[in-house]
């Protein structure tokens, strides 16, 4: 049975949520407030909050894996080829790079600014403060892209299978629940296969990143050969529409 590494980030990000209680309340102690000691500390606030979010997200994804590797009733499950598991991983990693690259553009965006107002108009301790945003960008840029290449490795090396149940997927060691903390799935679809490519099943899923930003992103599963048929059975009990799968 493959690991269920969901609750190695439960606990990295409820550890991440007491770093920044920690900072908000430390910070008015060691920076004056004036100068930006209860900016930094409203920001650890919101960054603590955000992390308990997080945390409640993968706990879900947590119980919602176990529940999926326990149940007697899965629809199906596919075991892949190096081959086919390879090309996968890729297409994932190219999608996860661009959902960081958006994801930064405002998270990182706000942080500098923020900064930059610091830096200019609150004084000496406006400016240390400043200093600790833009390095805290920083920070997130490197996670942004260091992320996709850890999670691209994990995937290589993962079981190369998939379990789809009626209570959602997992895919090389992933798992995507149909029901989801500020997301929701959107219904998944058969495309037959072509000269390029097997037939994939994609699983269409919304998530909401930020106050109005939501994205949207497919996991594709592919079919092996000669399981069409049951593909398509999957997607009609799932409440999608499928092609005629019959050569």
């Not at 409203?42 to 119980?63: D, E, K, N, P, Q």
């Not at 942080?111 to 920070?139: C, K, N, P, R, W």
Request: proline fraction near 4%; glycine fraction near 10%; aromatic fraction near 12%.
């Amino acid at each position: 049975m493959i690991p269920n590494n969901e609750w190695k980030k439960v606990a990295i990000s409820i550890l991440a949520a007491v770093v920044f209680t920690a900072t908000c309340l430390v910070s008015p102690a060691v920076i004056d407030g004036m100068n930006g000691g209860y900016a930094l500390s409203f920001i650890s606030l919101f960054l603590a909050v955000s992390s308990v979010a997080v945390a409640l997200l993968y706990l879900h994804r947590a119980r919602v894996m176990d529940g999926i590797l326990t149940d007697p009733n899965l629809l199906v499950h596919w075991i892949y080829g190096e081959e086919m598991a390879g090309k996968s991983v890729e297409r994932e990693y190219r999608d996860y790079l661009e959902r960081n690259r958006i994801m930064f553009i405002v998270i990182g965006g706000m942080l500098v600014l923020v900064s930059l107002f610091f830096m200019i108009f609150m004084g000496e301790d406006g400016l240390l403060t400043g200093i600790f945003l833009l390095a805290f960008a920083g920070f997130l840029f490197i996670v942004s892209r260091v992320a996709p290449w850890l999670e691209r490795r994990r995937a290589m090396g993962a079981s190369h299978d998939a379990f789809i149940a009626r209570s959602g997927i997992i895919y090389e060691g992933g798992v995507y629940p149909f029901r989801m903390f500020m997301g929701s799935w959107n219904g998944v679809v058969l495309r037959n296969a072509n000269k390029k490519s097997p037939a994939i099943l994609v699983f269409s899923f919304s998530q909401m990143n930020g106050r109005f930003i939501i994205q949207s992103f497919d996991i594709v599963i592919p079919v092996p050969p000669g399981e069409e048929e049951n593909a398509g059975r999957i997607v009609r009990e799932l409440g999608g529409e499928a092609p005629d799968t019959k050569r």
